[in-house]
Nanobody, 123 residues
Framework: VQLEESGGKLVQAGGSLRLSCTAS????????MAWFRQGPGKEREFVAC????????MYADSVNIRFTITKDTPKNAVYLHMSSLGPDDTAIYYC?????????????????WGQGTQVTVSS
């Protein structure tokens, strides 16, 4: 499975942004998809995940309400809709794939990772 993120850019505080992640390769099995991020000088952290059906989602407390994760199964795509962005949201955002469908916040459960897309929020 290959994952490719897009949509990251420089935005002003208070703005919105949508990140996209497209999966290719063997994506025919049930799996959990997630977004993680790593800010400058910080460890990688969980942002959000979505179940295979799309009916269940989970968010980090720091982004709950402001961010929404969605998926388009026919397109093998996952999206992260971000609003009310602040400087603390500045990070490289990574898409991740768990083919065992663990539905977890733990990065160790995710097997496939994209290269990341940079989001920078100016104050």
């Amino acid at each position: 499975v290959q994952l490719e993120e897009s949509g990251g850019k420089l935005v002003q505080a208070g703005g919105s942004l949508r990140l996209s992640c497209t999966a290719s390769g063997r994506t025919d099995s049930t799996r959990t998809m997630a977004w993680f991020r790593q800010g400058p000088g910080k460890e990688r952290e969980f942002v959000a995940c979505i179940s295979w059906s799309g009916n269940s989602t989970m968010y980090a407390d720091s982004v709950n309400i402001r961010f929404t994760i969605t998926k388009d199964t026919p397109k093998n795509a996952v999206y992260l809709h971000m609003s009310s962005l602040g400087p603390d949201d500045t990070a490289i955002y990574y898409c991740a794939d768990d083919p065992r469908h663990s539905y977890s916040r733990d990065a160790d459960h995710y097997v496939y990772w994209g290269q990341g897309t940079q989001v920078t929020v100016s104050s």
